[in-house]
């Protein structure tokens, strides 16, 4: 029968499991209540598939018994050399062991403890299963870490082939810039070595000739700095009027839309003034262009426009539209023009890149969004960013 006293025991030793997540907190509670309440020497739970792999062990250690008592049994005795006995309980995949002076009632302790397995069955599991969860998550998070970062690396690889099929248009544009003003400097200089070649020189019109060629000269260095500023990313927000960024954009593409006849036109309050990543803005509306410009070698048009609309879309955002009249896209193409590497272009003309690129600056670094409409005449891609785009260091080239 049992006394008030085995009640209270059993009562301390309930109360002991399950009180952890954690195995190791959780069995040293248990181990350390049988022992203090029962008079345990030691104590300790080790796995049965390596009896050296204890797990957890108060007291003095000591040696695991060579044959453990099946895992069916409530529990077993082990009697030692050292005049002492050990009690063994299953539980789960592994056993509690305990080391009693002989003249102990081992025997009433193995049954008290054995009431409890189904309760420390479930609070190992429990712990385990806890121990399982965060590894998971360490490893979901891990691999989650690895795919941004192989995801950021794509991205920063496809702005890098993006900037640099703006760079093969730039060429072209640069070309366009410079032939007037190379041209103009060769007739001038012919003529005068001819004038010098004749002995007919004159100091007004040499004089005259000299300053026509230092103007297209600093013409010329102007055109470098456009394009070199262009390939300069900011590395913060910085001030800009519309004005400026049409000024800009003309100095870039105006010889070469002017050689294919297009008329670029800017409407809207050019003392208009945002805070944003100036030189990314610009390689959107640069793809924006360059696309429209494609278009209009496909689609003839006897009148070839590119109209460029600003306006304030409430107090804290701006709206451009961009349309061209050169033509409609197929609705089936413009579900698609802003996937990455989808093009309608030759594989020589087309990357694919430019508007799913355009997109990625906008909604990522811009904080904007960037969406296209096409009707029978005309289509228009639409901008909209904020008047103040946050600060925010980052380097994508």
Same mark, same amino acid.
């Given at each position: ?82 005049? /002492?006995?050990? +009690? ?6 592994? %056993? #509690? *062991?305990?080391?009693?002076?002989? !003249? ?102 040499? /004089?005259?000739? +000299? ?6 000269? %600093? #013409? *010329?260095?102007?055109?470098?700095? !456009? ?114 590497? #989808? ?55």
């Amino acid at each position: 029968m049992k006394t008030a006293n085995d009640h209270f025991i059993a009562f301390e030793c309930l109360n002991s499991i399950g009180n952890s997540l954690e195995l190791e907190e959780m069995l040293s509670e248990v181990i350390s209540t049988f022992m203090r309440w029962t008079g345990a020497i030691a104590g300790k739970y080790i796995e049965p598939e390596s009896l050296n792999c204890v797990l957890k062990y108060i007291g003095t250690d000591f040696s695991t018994p060579e044959t453990l008592i099946d895992s069916d049994e409530p529990f077993g005795l082990h009697q030692t050399s050292e005049g /002492t006995v050990i +009690l063994d309980v299953p539980v789960d995949s592994g %056993h #509690f *062991l305990f080391v009693f002076q002989e !003249d102990t009632a081992v025997e009433s302790f193995g049954i008290m403890l054995s009431t409890f397995k189904l309760k420390l069955f479930n609070a190992i599991n429990a712990c385990r299963n806890v121990e399982n969860l965060r590894t998971l998550n360490f490893n979901l998070k891990q691999q989650l870490d690895a795919e941004k970062n192989k995801n950021t690396m794509t991205e920063k690889l496809m702005i890098s082939q993006s900037r640099m099929a703006i760079m093969g248009e730039m060429i072209g544009m640069i070309a366009h810039q410079w032939r007037q003003p190379i041209t103009v400097i060769g007739i001038i200089a012919n003529n005068t070595l001819l004038d010098i070649q004749l002995e007919n020189t004159n100091s007004k019109q040499l /004089t005259n000739d +000299l300053k026509l060629i230092d103007k297209h000269i %600093h #013409f *010329l260095s102007r055109t470098i700095d !456009d394009f070199r500023n262009f390939f300069r990313p900011n590395k913060l927000p910085q001030s800009v009027t519309f004005g400026e960024i049409a000024k800009d954009l003309t100095s870039i593409v105006g010889k070469s839309f002017d050689s294919q006849q297009i008329s670029l036109s800017f409407e809207g309050d050019s003392e208009i003034a945002f805070t944003t990543y100036k030189n990314e803005l610009l390689q959107v509306f640069l793809n924006i262009l360059n696309n429209a410009k494609d278009a209009f070698t496909e689609n003839i048009n006897e009148h070839p426009a590119i109209r460029f609309h600003l306006s304030e879309n409430g107090k804290s955002s701006l709206l451009f539209l961009i349309s061209n009249n050169a033509g409609s896209i197929p609705s089936h193409i413009l579900e698609r023009i802003f996937e990455p590497y #989808f093009s309608t272009k030759s594989e020589k003309n087309g990357t694919g890149l430019g508007l799913y690129m355009s997109s990625i600056i906008v909604e990522k670094h811009l904080n904007g969004s960037l969406r296209a409409c096409s009707d029978a005449d005309e289509t228009t891609f639409a901008v909209h960013v904020p008047k103040n785009t946050n600060e925010k260091q980052y380097n994508v080239y």
